[in-house]
């Protein structure tokens, strides 16, 4: 029986956002640690809902707490980019 792999990619390496994710797979550990702790969802959900095994999903967790300065910084930067977006699109009226 073949070994799994259940590797995450870390932001330095990673083309996805610079942000750290599910090797071969377009899922962050970000994403995943959201759903399971942030929104409380069960780790066998978020692993059924993102095509993943649910050793990927723990994985992502126990890469997110051992990084947590990587993460925070992620968190950060993403916020950032969120807001820079929203100003970008803030609409006003043309005086004309």
Do not use: C
């Not at 070994?3 to 870390?10: D, F, H, N, S």
């Not at 962050?28 to 409380?40: K, L």
């Not at 051992?66 to 993403?78: C, I």
Request: no cysteine.
């Amino acid at each position: 029986m073949a070994t799994q792999r259940y590797g995450i990619v870390p932001g330095d390496e990673s083309e996805i956002h610079d942000e750290p994710h599910v090797e071969g797979r377009r899922v962050t550990v970000r994403v995943i640690q959201t759903r399971v702790e942030e929104r409380g969802d069960d780790p066998e959900r978020v692993a059924d809902q993102l095509d993943l095994d649910v050793a990927s999903v723990y994985a992502a967790l126990a890469y997110y707490h051992s990084n947590l300065e990587e993460m925070r910084a992620v968190k950060r930067r993403h916020e950032e980019t969120v807001e820079a977006a929203k100003r970008r699109s803030d609409v006003t009226p043309h005086d004309g």
